[in-house]
């Protein structure tokens, strides 16, 4: 047995991320493929694996989120080592990096701060970041997020600084009149030309007035839609089981046949 394997278990947090160091430093040295990495190629490995935790999470499969989260922290503790390699930096700065900018964003509990709630919390957070060098509340939301995820975290940060309605009640007069004024370019008489771009935008506010509601009763739009798309799946899944089991093919089935499927697939 090769004499370079770390100790197989670890007794403490300490000594257990100094064993994955260990191993993505061997790694680094001695396989072909993790030689040639570049934080490049690892970076939609890495977008891959943060999908596949947020599955775990969503499916309620602890023992997956676990084995996730340790590919995530090995993509992390990657990067930092790629980095160090021409000085950029290292494992240790990453760590006492965000340790500080933790400390130093928290004054209420690290400081003489007082604050009421978490809403206290999250402004102060975008007021800190903003005398950090921030130029726009809106700075720190990635340009590549899905579109869902940043109308989300757009009016997250809006409301950080006090840009948001007063109550749920006035979110949802804004569903109402996006929704009409989606109706009013999209449910045009048959012989009118739809704009299709007219019609995206006025979709598209329509969307992000929902997304702004769902906010406001505390649901994450992006966890909501994800579990209905599983539940489609589900359902979907269930229909074609069915139909074979019956020697039959969806395309030469009727939508009144297909639906017999469908609403039994919902009792489950």
């Excluded at 700065?93 to 509990?109: A, F, M, Q, T, W």
Aim: hydrophobic fraction near 35%.
């Amino acid at each position: 047995m090769p004499n370079n394997i770390p100790p197989v278990t670890a007794e403490n947090p300490a000594l257990a991320f100094e064993r994955l160091l260990t191993v993505l430093d061997t790694l680094r040295t001695e396989c072909p493929w993790d030689k040639k990495q570049t934080m490049e190629t690892l970076r939609h490995l890495t977008i891959e694996e943060t999908y596949e935790l947020s599955d775990a999470i969503l499916e309620g499969d602890l023992p997956e989120v676990k084995k996730e989260l340790g590919d995530v922290m090995m993509h992390l503790v990657f990067y930092a080592r790629i980095a160090s390699e021409t000085n950029e930096f290292t494992i240790v700065d990453v760590l006492n990096g965000v340790c500080d900018k933790l400390i130093s964003r928290h004054p209420h509990i690290y400081g003489d701060v007082e604050v009421l709630d978490e809403h206290e919390v999250k402004r102060n957070w975008e007021k800190l970041k903003l005398k950090e060098g921030n130029k726009s509340v809106l700075g720190g939301v990635p340009k590549g997020l899905p579109s869902l995820v940043k109308a989300s975290r757009i009016q997250e940060k809006a409301r950080g600084v006090g840009f948001d309605w007063d109550n749920k009640e006035q979110v949802w007069e804004k569903v109402e009149e996006e929704l009409q004024e989606f109706k009013d370019e999209y449910n045009l008489a048959s012989d009118q030309e739809i704009d299709i771009e007219k019609a995206e935008g006025e979709f598209g506010d329509l969307l992000f007035s929902l997304i702004n509601y769902a906010r406001f009763i505390n649901i994450n739009p992006e966890n909501a839609l994800e579990k209905t798309n599983k539940k489609f799946i589900k359902r979907f899944q269930y229909l074609e089981e069915k139909a074979k089991e019956n020697g039959k093919a969806l395309q030469d089935m009727t939508l009144a046949e297909m639906d017999i499927y469908w609403n039994e697939a919902k009792k489950f």
